[in-house]
């Protein structure tokens, strides 16, 4: 029923973008239905990022420091995290948990490889917040540095931008350091987790 619904609003997409793509590239001959949803379905399809997502899949201990103020030297704590792929390996799913300011901290990610953007994307939600999180980039040319960019409002006003930088060391080993600016000012390192896989 699900694939069912997924072609029927595929195709509506693809019925009012057709005429939108003649309009923007007249010189160009507009491309048939059936060769735009064979096109659909291959954009659909995963491939050599999402591969690589999947290499991460089992368990995982972690070892997290959160730099609340600077010149200050970072709290530490351990956790752990599950990685399964999700919709036939398409998406990559954690569920992680650790101390955040001495408290219980839980989170939910999921990351992409949008095929017809060909930018990377992961939303997260956790226990600190009732909003989701969304950070968008690009990868090294072997895929195994991931650069994430994101901003959110901060209380009272104003804006945090974000910067993430996710590196897949190899099967065993993966770390993810995230740094910040309040309102436009300097960059600073807010917190690196190193990721190694149970035994």
Do not use: C
Not at 19 to 25: I, N, R, T, V
Not at 49 to 63: C, E, N, Q, R, V
Not at 108 to 130: E, F, P, Q, R
């Amino acid at each position: 029923m699900r694939f069912s619904v997924s072609i029927l609003v595929a195709l509506f997409v693809l019925s009012l973008a057709s005429p939108l793509m003649a309009k923007d590239k007249k010189s160009e001959k507009p491309m048939d239905q059936q060769a735009m949803m064979e096109l659909w379905k291959k954009m659909a399809m995963p491939g050599e990022p999402h591969k690589l997502f999947a290499t991460l899949a089992g368990s995982w201990t972690t070892t997290s420091k959160e730099w609340m103020e600077p010149g200050k030297p970072p709290t530490e704590s351990t956790g752990t995290a599950e990685i399964k792929m999700l919709l036939d390996g398409r998406f990559l799913y954690q569920e992680y948990n650790s101390q955040m300011m001495g408290q219980p901290f839980s989170g939910i990610g999921i990351d992409a490889y949008d095929n017809m953007t060909k930018k990377y994307v992961t939303a997260w939600l956790d226990s600190m917040g009732t909003g989701i999180f969304i950070m968008e980039g690009t990868a090294s040319a072997d895929g195994k540095t991931i650069t994430l960019k994101g901003s959110h409002p901060e209380p009272g006003g104003g804006k945090m931008t974000h910067r993430a930088v996710w590196k897949i060391v190899d099967n065993n080993n993966q770390t993810f350091d995230m740094y910040g600016a309040h309102h436009g000012g300097k960059e600073t390192k807010m917190m690196e987790i190193v990721y190694t896989r149970k035994p």
